[in-house]
């Protein structure tokens, strides 16, 4: 029987980042079960539990550092928004929500349901990527025409 | 009295796996009798997590096996229960026997 080839980042990453004192051993049944028949998957999804849970206990300063970080940036954007001549509403707000998504999941701990959790994580991320992208689009295109389109707008009206 | 940590779910679950099997209890083996006596599938990760903390506390001890090219030449560990872990076995079972005992209509268990 031909064997299946493993999945080499998944292992490199546990056998680098996972912290647990038994991590040789785990990567041993993960590579027998996987053998064994299990999807990749499956040894993907056990590699991803066992880095959060090696991490678990770091992981609420984490995402307070992460809402802190993302706080400011929605307070600089929010300036930015009233001194801009071409200001752009969604990208403040959805910094801001993302911001306070994080903080939400930071400070919880382990008071709220974990799926509650994940989820308000998830969303703030996304949300934090979304305003990303949009604030990114907007700078480019600011860029690419030379000078503010709004500015050329309002200059060009009568 | 004595004063004594209560363990958690898992933890109790994965010390009663240890405890059970005839042959040596490692991380693969004790996610599937878990899996089997409870019906819920429990990361191997977990369990590990769960065993060194159990470690931690003295309730059982690790012994390191042979390694095998099935595993890609790393060695399994096996745990064995140390004789405080099998007196907290006992009394948490007793415990749980005891505080469940007339539970019967309650949980909505045939009489």
Same mark, same amino acid.
């Given at each position: 029987?031909?064997?299946?080839?493993?999945?080499?980042?998944?292992?490199?990453?546990?056998?680098?980042?996972?912290?647990?004192?038994?991590?040789?051993?785990?990567?041993?049944?993960?590579?027998?079960?996987?053998?064994?028949?299990?999807?990749?998957?499956?040894?993907?999804?056990?590699?991803?539990?066992?880095?959060?849970?090696?991490?678990?206990?770091?992981?609420?300063?984490?995402?307070?550092?992460?809402?802190?970080?993302?706080?400011?940036?929605?307070?600089?954007?929010?300036?930015?928004?009233?001194?801009?001549?071409?200001?752009?509403?969604?990208?403040?707000?959805?910094?801001?929500?993302?911001?306070?998504?994080?903080?939400?999941?930071?400070?919880?701990?382990?008071?709220?349901?974990?799926?509650?959790?994940?989820?308000?994580?998830?969303?703030?991320?996304?949300?934090?990527?979304?305003?990303?992208?949009?604030?990114?689009?907007?700078?480019?295109?600011?860029?690419?025409?030379?000078?503010?389109?709004?500015?050329?707008?309002?200059?060009?009206?009568? | 009295?004595?004063?004594?940590?209560?363990?958690?779910?898992?933890?109790?679950?994965?010390?009663?796996?240890?405890?059970?099997?005839?042959?040596?209890?490692?991380?693969?083996?004790?996610?599937?009798?878990?899996?089997?006596?409870?019906?819920?599938?429990?990361?191997?990760?977990?369990?590990?997590?769960?065993? +060194?903390?159990? /470690?931690?506390?003295?309730?059982? %001890?690790?012994?390191?096996?042979?390694?095998? =090219?099935?595993? $890609?030449?790393? !060695?399994?560990?096996?745990?064995?229960?140390?004789?405080?872990?099998?007196? +907290?076995?006992? /009394?948490?079972?007793?415990?749980? %026997?005891?505080?469940?005992?007339?539970?019967? =209509?309650?949980? $909505?268990?045939? !009489?």
């Amino acid at each position: 029987m031909m064997r299946r080839e493993l999945p080499i980042v998944a292992t490199w990453l546990l056998m680098h980042f996972g912290s647990s004192a038994y991590a040789e051993s785990l990567a041993g049944d993960l590579i027998e079960q996987f053998h064994q028949g299990r999807s990749r998957w499956w040894y993907w999804r056990q590699v991803a539990i066992a880095l959060v849970l090696s991490r678990a206990d770091v992981m609420p300063i984490v995402f307070r550092c992460a809402a802190a970080v993302t706080a400011v940036l929605g307070l600089i954007l929010i300036t930015d928004r009233f001194s801009s001549p071409c200001p752009s509403t969604v990208t403040p707000a959805l910094i801001t929500l993302a911001a306070l998504g994080l903080g939400v999941v930071g400070m919880s701990g382990r008071r709220a349901a974990s799926l509650a959790r994940a989820l308000v994580g998830t969303v703030a991320l996304v949300m934090l990527g979304a305003g990303t992208l949009s604030w990114a689009s907007t700078t480019r295109s600011e860029r690419c025409a030379g000078t503010c389109m709004c500015t050329q707008a309002r200059a060009v009206a009568p | 009295m004595r004063k004594r940590e209560y363990l958690g779910q898992l933890e109790l679950m994965v010390l009663l796996a240890v405890v059970r099997p005839a042959k040596d209890a490692y991380g693969v083996l004790i996610s599937r009798e878990i899996a089997e006596k409870s019906g819920r599938e429990v990361a191997i990760a977990s369990v590990y997590a769960a065993l +060194e903390r159990l /470690e931690r506390k003295g309730l059982v %001890t690790a012994s390191l096996g042979e390694s095998t =090219a099935e595993r $890609g030449g790393r !060695a399994r560990t096996y745990f064995q229960p140390t004789a405080l872990g099998l007196q +907290e076995a006992r /009394e948490a079972y007793d415990t749980l %026997t005891r505080l469940s005992s007339g539970l019967a =209509a309650p949980v $909505g268990k045939p !009489a």
